[in-house]
Nanobody, 121 residues
Framework: QIQVVESGGGLVQPGGALQLSCVVS????????MGWYRQAPGKERELVAS???????NYDHSVKGRFTISRDNEKNSVYLQMSSLKPEDTAVYYC???????????????WGKGTLVTVSS
């Protein structure tokens, strides 16, 4: 059984910065792609950013130039550095791992429970 645990959410003023962290644990051998999704109230979950195990990144157009995704393969961790935050960035942010290989299982999609980011003055 794997665990996906996010941290780093909170309340921040517009224009501020915040870093989210996520650790995937549970006899992990490799993780193909890791990413961050978000879901605002009344809206569908959407991809924010993703990064493959060789470092290729993909960003939603709304966060390009403001957010930076990175990962540490040794620690099975992914990070999202967010800057110039806007009220419309307010959402629950979910960590995702695709193609998670453990010593026993292969998990196509693994999700965390989410961490709330609120951008407000």
């Amino acid at each position: 059984q794997i665990q996906v645990v996010e941290s780093g959410g909170g309340l921040v003023q517009p224009g501020g910065a915040l870093q989210l962290s996520c650790v995937v644990s549970g006899n992990i051998v490799s993780i193909n792609s890791m990413g961050w999704y978000r879901q605002a109230p009344g809206k569908e979950r959407e991809l924010v950013a993703s990064i493959t195990n060789d470092g290729s990144t993909n960003y939603d157009h709304s966060v390009k130039g403001r957010f930076t995704i990175s990962r540490d393969n040794e620690k099975n961790s992914v990070y999202l550095q967010m800057s110039s935050l806007k009220p419309e960035d307010t959402a629950v942010y979910y960590c995702n791992g695709k193609g998670v290989k453990t010593t026993i299982h292969y998990i196509i999609d693994a999700w965390g429970k989410g961490t709330l980011v609120t951008v407000s003055s």
